[in-house]
């Protein structure tokens, strides 16, 4: 599980391929947990908090008076103790031993910020390769974009659901039989959250 109050569930990922590995913070911070998943990854994609940045449009929302100044402090020991900030991506990614760093998630995501600065946050603890990946979220339908590789649903042992219903019904026939007997992506598939 990551770690990302006041949520009760939060989840980073591992997809291991015959070549290649790739793991996703999700919303979380920094934790032990974090690094041992990302541990020699090909790719980390981590979200990035620039916090002087944030502080920033924080401070101008109030000049405009769009909230005052006690609910944008609220709002910054939110953001600030909930979520990793740029240069705690880098740390993660260093810490793990990763190739490139792809940096995702940003806050402020406004553009108020360029991907410059985000990189060269993330620099002063990381010395492999760094992608501000500003761009690359998106909406997908994974049932007519995605093959078998990148077919994942969230595994039971994580919120106690079924694995049943049309959706499941769906992935499994595209993604068919995996070599372990159950049925899923041919990927190996991990999260923090336990398989």
């Known amino acids: 599980m990551a770690d990302h109050p006041p949520l009760p569930v939060a989840l980073s990922y591992r997809f291991n391929t015959v070549d290649r590995s790739v793991v996703f913070s999700g919303d979380t911070r920094k ?31 109030v000049k405009v008076g769009r909230f005052d100044k006690e609910t944008a402090d609220n709002l910054f020991k939110s953001i600030s103790s909930h979520a990793l900030t740029v240069e705690q991506a880098g740390e993660v990614a260093q810490a793990a031993g990763v190739n490139t760093l792809v940096l995702s998630h940003f806050v402020p995501g406004d553009g108020a910020v360029p991907d410059q600065v985000f990189v060269d946050e993330a620099r002063k603890a990381f010395s492999g390769e760094i992608i501000a990946g500003r761009g690359l979220t998106r909406n997908l339908d994974f049932a007519s974009r995605c093959d078998s590789q990148c077919l994942v649903w969230v595994n039971s042992a994580c919120f106690g659901r079924e694995r049943s219903g049309p959706v499941y019904q769906q992935t499994s026939e595209m993604a068919g039989q995996r070599p372990d007997g159950r049925v899923g992506p041919s990927a190996d598939v991990s999260s923090s959250c336990g398989e």
């Open 31 to 61: 934790t032990d947990a974090l690094i041992d998943l990302a541990k020699g990854a090909d790719v980390f994609v981590c979200e990035a908090q620039y916090l002087p940045g944030t502080r920033q449009v924080l401070a101008a929302g």
